[in-house]
């Protein structure tokens, strides 16, 4: 460990070892994308490329262990597979969550990926990435498009369903933050949060994955992340200052009743989708209720 170090300095050779280890891989990566598109090569690229992505997290688990060997207490792990699709929802706080939730689950289900919008795909670099990786991509209309073209109304879901065939036979982690943003005490109280340690949640954003591909999906895994010390930034985590972590995983079964529906033209089932997921914040607020005072501030 580089605890001896200052934590400036530790900072620096995190960011270097990251930057280093996300060049090499991605280098590697866009090598191994140009024979996806070949037929006899597609399923041997795809595997090489799941396993560099898994690789990129393993690198990454290194530098956090290598400038602080954080405390992590975890929960509720036992349920989870490699062999199985699951959907995995989160509070969110910082942007050190997504790390959290890379060093824990990596390996132990699918590398996490998230839906993207398919414009999404043209952007430079990053784009290649995504596609390489096997994001899938969602085509949305606009309710304004919809108006003038009816007869596309449907279409967008479709053409999505159809790009999530393929995690038919090879298992994925699709992730999706529920809230849609970081919580701060500034959007808690502009929201007027029912919660006390959270923010609304956006029940849209994991219907949509519901209606996409909500067969193919094992459980719903909610996740509870508490970070004792207080909410750290992106440079806590590289400088070593994120000392305790606590997360709890909690599989849930997704009702039948809401596998096969729209979202967006049925409106019971979105009133009974949207009671089912504030229940599941509202046991997520009492739990991080008790979280803060079983693991209390010890800045």
Same mark, same amino acid.
Request: glycine residues 8%.
């Given at each position: ?7 400036? /300095?530790?900072? /620096? ?23 996806? #598109? =070949? ?65 824990? =689950? ?9 839906? =993207? ?47 999530? #065939? ?56 909610? +996740? ?20 305790? /972590?606590? +997360? ?22 979105? =009133? ?28």
């Amino acid at each position: 460990m580089l605890d001896f170090l200052p934590a400036a /300095v530790r900072g /620096v050779i995190a960011s270097l070892l990251l930057a280093l280890n996300t060049i090499l891989l991605c280098s590697f990566l866009f090598i191994v994308a140009l024979f996806k #598109a =070949l037929p006899f090569a597609k399923r041997f690229s795809e595997w090489l490329m799941n396993h560099t992505h898994e690789a990129w997290v393993t690198n990454n688990k290194g530098w956090m262990n290598l400038v602080r060997r954080t405390r992590w207490h975890l929960t509720g792990l036992e349920g989870l597979d490699y062999e199985h699709s699951y959907l995995v929802t989160s509070n969110h706080q910082s942007w050190v969550d997504i790390m959290v939730l890379q060093y824990v =689950l990596n390996r132990r289900i699918r590398p996490l990926k998230f839906f =993207l919008k398919q414009e999404l795909i043209w952007v430079p670099v990053i784009g290649l990435a995504w596609w390489a990786l096997g994001f899938p991509f969602m085509k949305r209309y606009t309710k304004a498009y919809l108006e003038k073209h009816p007869e596309k109304k449907g279409k967008d879901l479709e053409t999505t369903r159809k790009t999530c #065939a393929k995690f038919r036979d090879n298992p994925v982690g699709i992730f999706n933050f529920a809230e849609g943003t970081r919580f701060t005490p500034g959007k808690h109280a502009q929201q007027k949060s029912p919660f006390r340690y959270l923010l609304k949640p956006k029940a849209g954003g994991i219907a949509f994955v519901l209606d996409a591909m909500g067969e193919q999906l094992k459980s719903l895994v909610n +996740v509870t992340i508490h970070y004792p010390a207080g909410r750290p930034g992106y440079w806590d985590l590289l400088c070593g200052n994120v000392k305790d /972590v606590v +997360v709890h995983f909690e599989e849930v079964q997704i009702p039948a009743g809401f596998i096969g529906k729209n979202y967006e033209q049925d409106g019971e089932y979105r =009133l009974a989708f949207q009671g089912w997921i504030n229940q599941l914040w509202e046991d997520k607020d009492a739990l991080l209720g008790k979280l803060h005072t079983d693991y209390p501030n010890n800045r």
